[in-house]
């Protein structure tokens, strides 16, 4: 009876084990789930533009020095930076009182140089009066003339003396060299200042986003390339300069409505450096769940199989790049019922 209680309880185990092994082998072996019934894309590689992250400013074609002309002391300055100011338009005025005195020195010379004209002036009449009535020879007439024209002679040469310290002098008006806005204004009312000295700096010429390139993209990029701007918008380069700083190569882009407010504001910026074979997909083939980017394979047997791949953002909208873990050739399924990845 004993016997029989055992046998019983072990055909109850049997038949109890049976199905959950069978539950588990079930599991083991199930195939992956199928495929949604979207839209599928066999992936192949397609032709699409290089895009390379460099820095750039925002920056005027050239930018113009007011420089001081002549020694001296600024006494005025009449703008600040961020002040407009047109090609001309007198800013400052330098003062050099050496000139003062060099013009009041010259101005005695030429009055100086006046007596002694009228004093030559009237011993030529003199002398040509008694030369008439045969008093003096001919030679001392001549002699008489001389000391006359000598005496013009410096007369004019002191007046242009004194008129070549005034010219010097008018060389103190501190000019704009041309049309722009003001970027820097530095030197105080008051201070001395030497010839070449740099006053001030004035924007010349249009708004310009300028580049900053390795020079490993020298033979990549070209007057026409394409740029793109964050904030700024896309233009392209229309300058290429011919030589090479710090392993850096300058460019200079066309970019219309540029904001010229703030002349060497840094902007992140793409330029096109030609073009190279990548996998494009729409962006609907891509579900993005914690962060990660999930593309679901169409295998041989009809079975979808999702798996993460590495994305990209493609220059063309609505498309993204895959990087790895699709190769061309593979069958994708457009995501259904769920987020595709913006």
């Known amino acids: 009876m004993i016997r029989t209680g055992?046998?019983?309880?072990?055909?109850?185990?049997?038949?109890?084990?049976a199905p959950l092994a069978s539950c588990g082998s079930e599991e083991q072996g199930a195939p992956s789930a199928a495929a949604p019934g979207g839209q599928r894309?066999?992936?192949?590689?397609?032709?699409?533009?290089n895009w390379q992250e460099v820095s750039a400013e925002i920056a005027t074609?050239?930018?113009a020095q007011v420089l001081a002309r002549i020694p001296g002391i600024l006494t005025t300055l009449t703008v600040r930076e961020g002040d407009m100011v047109t090609k001309g338009q007198a800013i400052g005025r330098i003062i050099d009182n050496q000139l003062g005195y060099q013009a009041g020195a010259y101005a005695a010379q030429a009055a100086a140089a006046e007596a002694q004209a009228g004093q030559a002036k009237a011993e030529l009449s003199r002398v040509r009066y008694l030369y008439e009535k045969g008093v003096y020879a001919k030679a001392r007439l001549d002699q008489a003339e001389a000391a006359a024209a000598a005496s013009d002679a410096q007369i004019r040469a002191a007046r242009a003396q004194q008129a070549a310290v005034g010219a010097v002098s008018g060389q103190g008006v501190?000019?704009?060299?041309a049309s722009g806005r003001v970027l820097r204004a530095d030197v105080p009312a008051g201070s001395p200042v030497a010839p070449g000295m740099a006053i001030a700096v004035i924007t010349a010429g249009p708004t310009i986003v300028r580049l900053k390139m390795p020079e490993s993209l020298a033979d990549k990029v070209r007057a026409g390339s394409r740029v793109t701007a964050t904030g700024l918008g896309t233009g392209s380069v229309i300058?290429?300069?011919p030589s090479i700083s710090a392993g850096k190569i300058t460019a200079d882009v066309a970019m219309p409505g540029i904001d010229n407010r703030l002349i060497g504001r840094r902007v992140a910026a793409r330029v096109e450096t030609g073009s190279r074979k990548a996998l494009l997909v729409p962006s609907g083939f891509v579900v993005n769940?914690?962060?990660i980017d999930y593309v679901t394979l169409l295998g041989k047997d009809?079975?979808?199989?999702?798996?993460?791949?590495?994305t990209a953002p493609a220059a063309q909208p609505g498309q993204v790049e895959i990087l790895s873990g699709a190769a061309a050739g593979d069958t994708l399924?457009?995501?259904a019922g769920e987020s595709a990845r913006p």
Do not use: C, H, N, W
């Not at 055909?11 to 109890?16: R, S, V």
């Open 41 to 49: 894309l066999v992936l192949a590689l397609s032709d699409t533009v």
């Open 61 to 63: 074609e050239d930018q």
């Open 289 to 291: 769940r914690f962060g």
């Open 333 to 335: 399924v457009a995501a």
């Open 302 to 310: 009809g079975s979808g199989t999702e798996v993460p791949v590495q």
């Open 239 to 241: 300058k290429l300069y």
């Open 6 to 17: 055992r046998f019983a309880l072990a055909a109850g185990i049997l038949m109890l084990a």
């Open 174 to 177: 501190v000019v704009a060299p």
